[in-house]
DNA sequence: TTGAAAGCGGTACCAT
DNA sequence: ATGGTACCGCTTTCAA
């Protein structure tokens, strides 16, 4: 319980004034000096004191109290909350802030974990960020989006398939993904599909559409889709072998390559010719997918670059009127190997 | 260049005063009201018309304004660089973020791409946040963390290999994983063993001590060990398989699960037997390794679970000086199938 | 029970 | 070329 610890630790933090007193000068001056204000004229030596002294207390400044005074911050908020999707999605993720960093935006990744919409749009919103980018983990409601944007956010951009009232929307058009892959099967001549339905919680939002689209596909063709549940392991996957026949199913889109290559080893362990009795396509075109005999087909999934998503933000940021209220943001063709 | 957009974004953002003016009282009670404030008795009916007033405007607290008064910020930074590398660490980094919440912890991750460690230091700073979690992705120097401390940082705490003053060290024994293979490898019979180094940047900092331990491990055992580079792709491995008999390894430690698939189709493909001409063994226990024939021989690494790192980081803003400066966080195990 | 006011750490206007 | 100072939004004594 001792008051005063023989560390460094209590030493209180160097403040711009403390910077003024030991250069001599005016705390303006140290303002002037460290941020290299072009308005104002500050003699050489006087500069040279004022950055020592910094030096030697090891000032930092104070990003909160800066963006109090300027009331406005650049901070880009992405929330997050559940475990991310896989390797594409992380690519894009880390793409993004890094083009965003480049935009000198401060990115900041705030883990909503366990919070509903409206409590998250309001602890996002004590943040003031300047934007939000939601992945879509978190639900928005429309009162959420004007929450932040009464709290200054410029721009609230929704990935994936929210669409929401004062947001832009970029649109990740997961259905067509589900079409493709549909008509691929329907295409070589399959009559009834079976479509992998994840047990693992938290992909609906990619697994619903992507059985939509399959449908869709399916439609008109006369040909019958089958949701199939399937859980992360080796067990499910060998009890869903043992009952494959009496499905009768012939073709099986399985959600993305893991589903897939787990879902096709247990097929063909039960003795189920691939592709002959069910043909199977994935989607995401992993490399391990192609280390399987036969070779698993899949749908290849080209995202727009970070890059790209990084100035649709700056952009909706300096001018959101300006902004298409939806824009896509990533297209699917399938790759066709030895799996169907 | 219109100065008054037709939409309510240029209304602005409501403070405490526009609260208290609209509810009729003074700032202090609103905070008094917002806040619960336990020492101060405030009457029902002003509780209500605070309470209504703020939801009618929308009042969100301004954190940095609160922060900033208060003079500390619950705020626990997590820096990130590099794509993460794998399912494992995800998810322990998500529990991490899960855990610290519960703590009633603001959990920032901060994108430091591209920053040196000094640089990365100062950034961080500037949020003046208790603790900076690093996952080692930006290498901190002394120095760095001196500016850390300076700014008021309870505790800087590192995971992975670096031993830093003043910091607190999680350590990660990637060694240990190399070792563990090294000696299974050795213990089967394998005399000339390979170790798989990614092509890939941003890995290092885990292949380099899995390759020292798996030298522990062989080293007076007679045994001979060689890195072997290899990139993530099938012509990468292509290659280094048809090139593989002259290298007359018996043996290989293939970094993790997913380089260990690449490499062991490879092998086949090149018409060499698995185990008996090579073993193979990789590592983090994919389930996907179980898939290939034969089932993949990999390292299986239990990390400890996120809600302990969190209440490690709790114990050491609280009181650094309690904390042991290191802590083991991951131990090791081979978890033998058929490719060794 | 409520209000006035100081102050957290910066920045920028206006003097000097 | 520099300094004085008001102010950003909030919390928290101290007085009334």
Known sequence: ????????????????????????????????????????????????????????????????????????????????????????????????????????????????????????????????????????????????????????????????????????????DQARVGRVAGEHLVARGSRRIGVVVPREPGLEMFSGPRLEGVRQAAEGAGVTVEPVPLGYDEESANELAAAWREKGLDGVFAYNDEYAMLLMRALQDAGIDIPGETAVIGSDDLLLGRLLRPRLSTVQIDMVIGRHLAELVDRAVRDPESMPRAHDLMTSRVVRRESS
């Open 1 to 172: 319980m001792s008051q005063s610890p023989r560390q460094s630790a209590e030493r209180p933090v160097p403040t711009s004034a403390d910077v003024a007193r030991l250069a001599g000068v005016s705390r303006a001056t140290v303002s002037y000096v460290l941020n290299n204000t072009a308005a104002v004229r500050i003699s050489e030596p006087t500069r040279r004191r004022v950055r020592e002294a910094a030096e030697e207390l090891g000032y930092v400044p104070h990003a909160a109290a800066r963006s109090l005074r300027a009331g406005h911050s650049r901070m880009v908020l992405l929330p997050t909350a559940q475990a991310p999707v896989g390797p594409l999605y992380n690519r894009f993720f880390n793409e993004l802030q890094w083009a965003l960093r480049r935009l000198d935006y401060t990115v900041v990744q705030y883990g909503s974990l366990g919070l509903d919409g409206d409590e998250a749009a309001r602890a996002w919103a004590e943040l003031r960020p300047v934007a939000v980018v939601s992945l879509g983990e978190v639900r928005l409601t429309p009162h959420g989006v004007e929450i932040l944007k009464r709290s200054g956010a410029k721009a609230v951009i929704t990935v994936g398939s929210q669409r929401l009232e004062g947001t832009h929307a970029l649109v990740m």
